[in-house]
């Protein structure tokens, strides 16, 4: 009992250093108001108090939480041995069962309680699911830096756009066509950038994500130019016509299916021979070759694997805005996707789909906070890149391994 | 003992070959003409002192460094004899010659299970397609990684750590790890560097039990650089030595610490 008291009263303590700290840091923001016009400075001194109590709570919230009960947000202690995922769910089978199948039944449900808005909103955040699982396969397993995936998620939209208004290809072929397409662009750029490694590597692919966005934008007789390809199809079924309402939803629950399978495909392909060669090339890539990991080709099938992904991204982006133009992948593009990559935990696959559906739905559904909201979105990111669980990245869990024995 | 350092009568087939071998590094001569034989089925061990070019040697023979000049054959027994200059790291490994690493270079972050089935990738075939379809042939595959990657890891005694992440291990499993990946290879010549630096002696003990098991029990030829000598005087049945990238002496334990060449190239001393 003495010993509780004794851990209260030390994160009360813990707390109260951690409010006035923050209160100090604060103060320059919160607190002296210049008004350029009146001459004068209002000095907003409650407004620290809050900020000071509210720091307080939180930290005493999180200090204390081992006390009162279990809180869900639990991160594993210990050294990155530790087996738990991100929020170490994947250390407790039933409570991550049980997310999961919540998560799977308010993700098929969502559409038909929420606005054409909301449910649109939703598709770009899965389309930013596919893309996260993509590039994780070439930053997350296979060590790759590439700056530039924008780039194939570019080819796939316009494959989409373009292969529709020249020969009236559909949606549901231009799927598997686009996906196609940008892998054999990422077996092109694959060829020359072999031998590089890292931030030469980096540097590389960020100028062909530069040069595939100036050529769209220039080539006009080509890709139309900065004005883009408008008019471009919504998803459909055959025999169906859908209005407006009715494509979303469809291209929601497709762009869902094709997260599911992304991930599967990820989780798959991660604790398979190939997976593995990928984690060995990024972990010591001399020795990998020593035994026997034919450097060229495993890499090779990395870029191409993960340029897929982008590739049928990029065409559920072009139904979903019926509308391509070169402003919509830019370097922002590439370097959001690696942010969630690196988010998520390179190479975990749940850790990236969380990572991508925060990093879109939270500065939407900040947008009341108005000029605030990209301070808090920032905030957020620095505190979820704190606060992860610090798995290493590509280790199959064992649960993978004992299922290959099986 | 007047005996030819090689070749005796009952000599059994040359293994591996490197004939006049140079490697140069801008100036410097890191090896200059060097003619290396192992035999199938023996204990060779690679001696010299720092800097004599033995582990550019070993990095010519599993085609990390291209050598300046000379020549590389395998003759995988049952097979035609193959040239390995020119050959990538992949494809010599793949041929059958296996290694580990003077300053051990595991995959951290992997699983002590999976470092060795890394090992199998050359002798195995599935692809993306497989990996994402995951067919019967796969997953028998798979089994048949993971079963033979569980029985490297008994053999070396590291059975009881396989889900152990590679770089928990302390230095001298990490040494026995790195041999039971490169053995997943498939290897007709496994090349140790330095295997038991930094061992203490009853590490080293039981190295020299294990890779005595390696070749009597699996036919696995051997070749070692060490600097320990009483391990390589006690397990080597054959001593190349060299110094300052050339090949100064080449016989039994007995032959090469009597000679006077090698006496001088480890002590020092005037010409």
Known sequence: ?406 | MSAPPVAAPTAPPVLLEAAALSVTFGGVRALEGVDLRVYAGEIAALIGPNGAGKTTLFNCLTGLCAPTAGDVRLHPPGGDGVRLRGLSPARVAALGIARTFQNIRLFPAMSVLENVMVGRHARTRAGILGAVLRGPATRAEERGIAAAARALLAKVGLAALANEPAASLPYGLQRRLEIARALATGPHLLLLDEPAAGMNPRETAELDELIRRLRDEDGVTILLIEHDMRLVMGLAERIVVLDSGRRIADGTPAQVRADPEVVRAYLGGGP
């Open chain 1, 1 to 406: 009992m003495s010993g509780g008291a004794g851990r209260l009263l030390a994160a009360v303590r813990g707390a109260l250093v951690t409010a006035a700290a923050g209160a100090l840091l604060l103060f320059p923001l919160v607190v002296p108001r210049v008004d350029a016009v009146e001459k004068t400075v209002s000095w907003r001194w409650a407004n620290l108090g809050w900020c000071a109590a509210g720091l307080f709570a939180a930290a005493l919230l999180w200090r204390g939480r081992g006390l009162v009960g279990g809180l869900v947000l639990r991160i594993p202690p210990g050294p990155p041995s530790s087996n738990g995922g991100m929020w170490g769910l994947e250390s407790r089978p039933f409570a991550l069962r049980f997310v999961w199948a919540a998560g799977v039944v308010a993700a098929l449900a969502l559409p038909a309680a929420s606005s054409t808005y909301q449910v649109s909103v939703l598709t770009s955040a899965l389309i930013a699911v596919i893309l996260g699982l993509g590039l994780n396969i070439v930053v997350g397993l296979a060590g790759l830096l590439n700056l530039g995936y924008a780039a194939f998620y570019a080819v796939g939209a316009y494959a989409y756009a373009l292969l529709n208004l020249h020969f009236g290809v559909g949606f549901w072929a231009a799927l598997p066509l686009a996906g196609l397409l940008a892998a054999g662009c990422g077996l092109a750029l694959g060829f020359p950038v072999l031998r590089l490694r890292g931030d030469y590597l980096a540097i590389v692919t960020l100028g062909f994500g530069e040069i595939v966005r100036l050529v769209l934008e220039n080539w006009s007789a080509f890709s139309g130019g900065p004005s883009g390809i408008p008019n471009v199809p919504r998803a459909a079924l055959p025999g169906w016509e859908p209005g407006l309402r009715g494509a979303t939803v469809l291209l929601y629950y497709v762009s869902l299916a094709l997260a599911a399978l992304a991930a599967l495909v990820v989780a798959r392909l991660r604790d398979s021979r190939i997976g593995r060669a990928w984690v060995a090339l990024r972990e010591d890539e001399l020795a990998a070759e020593a035994m026997g990991i034919d450097r060229t080709r495993v890499k090779l099938a990395a870029l191409a694997a993960g340029a897929f992904w982008a590739g049928v991204a990029g065409v559920l982006f072009a139904a979903r805005t019926t509308f391509v133009s070169p402003a919509s992948f830019t370097f922002l593009e590439s370097a959001m996707a690696l942010a969630v990559v690196v988010l998520g935990g390179p190479g975990s696959v749940g850790g990236v789909a969380v990572a991508a559906l925060v990093l879109v739905l939270l500065p939407e559904y900040l947008r009341p906070l108005a000029q605030y909201r990209m301070l808090v979105f920032g905030a957020a990111l620095a505190a979820m890149m704190i606060l992860r669980a610090r798995r290493p990245a590509g280790r199959a869990p064992a649960r993978a391994t004992a299922g290959a024995v099986r």
